[in-house]
């Protein structure tokens, strides 16, 4: 635990010394809530019947769909983008044969980002509310421990990812496929249930859908816990079925550069 705390330091460390592009950090998420409050008010009669059962109002459930997914770009990208940093700086060998776990590291190396995207979600959340978005403040610690679950989903994606890497150098378009993806079929934008049955029926492969949809009764329709069991059920089973591939992935990739000897290559 300390080792994790002290690479966050690190991190915080050097992202702090770019203090201007913090505050303009700060200032586009503000910024950036303006068209959204006004384009989802205009859709607002359009909408109000389409989200029925994950909330009643466009702008709150806009505004939960573009908090979730702004976790998803870490979760996906930053473990395949920190491998090859480190395959390309040299370090990554030494660490691995550090007693620092990968593990750890990975997770340090996470931590600061994670934070950072917290805080910039926590500013869109509060200006949210000061423009009216109804949410169910009741809830929010089950509404935060469902957020918390999607992050969690996505991280074996990152891991295969950086198997990716590992063997060949690159990720390929799978994180941003990844993330394209589930911005167009995990109910961001809109609820699934309207777009083409050919494509909901693909969404139900996306963690996302079943994360957003049991986010958004919780917090906009004040569902209780029990109301929403199985979409967790599903988040759970997609946790176990891909951190079994994505840490099997990423441990055969490991081995299979320190057999080449290209750990400290690029």
Same mark, same amino acid.
């Given at each position: 635990?300390?080792?994790?705390?002290?690479?966050?330091?690190?991190?915080?460390? @050097?992202? @702090?010394?770019?203090?201007?592009?913090?505050?303009? @950090?700060?200032?586009?998420?503000?910024?950036?809530?303006? =068209?959204?409050?006004?384009?989802?008010?205009?859709?607002?009669?359009?909408?109000?019947?389409?989200?029925?059962?994950?909330?009643?109002?466009?702008?709150?459930?806009?505004?939960?769909?573009?908090?979730?997914?702004?976790?998803?770009?870490?979760?996906?990208?930053?473990?395949?983008?920190?491998?090859?940093?480190?395959?390309?700086?040299?370090?990554?060998?030494?660490?691995?044969?550090?007693?620092?776990?990968?593990?750890?590291?990975?997770?340090?190396?996470?931590?600061?980002?994670?934070?950072?995207?917290?805080?910039?979600?926590?500013?869109?959340?509060?200006?949210?509310?000061?423009?009216?978005?109804?949410?169910?403040?009741?809830?929010?610690?089950?509404?935060?421990?469902?957020?918390?679950?999607?992050?969690?989903?996505?991280?074996?994606?990152?891991? /295969?990812?950086?198997?990716?890497?590992?063997?060949?150098?690159?990720?390929?378009?799978?994180?941003?496929?990844?993330?394209?993806?589930?911005?167009?079929?995990?109910?961001?934008?809109? =609820?699934?249930?309207?777009? =083409?049955?050919?494509?909901?029926?693909?969404?139900?492969?996306?963690?996302?859908?079943?994360?957003?949809?049991?986010?958004?009764?919780?917090?906009?329709?004040?569902?209780?816990?029990?109301?929403?069991?199985?979409?967790?059920?599903?988040?759970?089973?997609? /946790?176990?079925?891909?951190?079994?591939?994505?840490?099997?992935?990423?441990?055969?990739?490991?081995?299979?550069?320190?057999?080449?000897?290209?750990?400290?290559?690029?």
């Amino acid at each position: 635990m300390r080792t994790f705390f002290a690479i966050v330091r690190a991190t915080w460390l @050097s992202a @702090s010394s770019y203090k201007v592009r913090s505050v303009l @950090s700060f200032i586009g998420v503000l910024t950036g809530i303006v =068209p959204l409050y006004f384009v989802s008010h205009a859709l607002q009669p359009v909408m109000a019947n389409v989200i029925r059962g994950e909330g009643h109002q466009y702008f709150a459930f806009l505004l939960l769909g573009t908090i979730t997914f702004s976790f998803l770009p870490i979760a996906v990208s930053s473990l395949p983008t920190t491998v090859g940093s480190s395959i390309g700086n040299g370090t990554l060998e030494a660490v691995v044969g550090s007693p620092t776990s990968v593990g750890t590291l990975l997770a340090g190396l996470m931590g600061y980002s994670v934070m950072w995207t917290g805080a910039r979600a926590l500013v869109l959340l509060l200006a949210g509310a000061l423009l009216g978005a109804a949410l169910d403040w009741h809830h929010a610690p089950l509404g935060l421990g469902i957020l918390v679950l999607i992050f969690v989903v996505h991280i074996p994606l990152g891991l /295969i990812a950086a198997a990716a890497v590992l063997a060949f150098r690159t990720p390929g378009p799978f994180p941003q496929g990844v993330l394209v993806l589930s911005s167009l079929l995990g109910g961001v934008y809109y =609820p699934t249930h309207v777009i =083409p049955s050919w494509l909901e029926r693909l969404s139900a492969l996306f963690p996302l859908t079943y994360g957003l949809r049991a986010l958004r009764r919780v917090m906009l329709d004040g569902q209780s816990l029990g109301a929403v069991y199985k979409d967790l059920g599903f988040l759970m089973l997609f /946790i176990a079925v891909l951190f079994a591939i994505g840490l099997l992935a990423f441990s055969q990739a490991l081995d299979y550069a320190r057999r080449r000897g290209t750990l400290s290559n690029y």
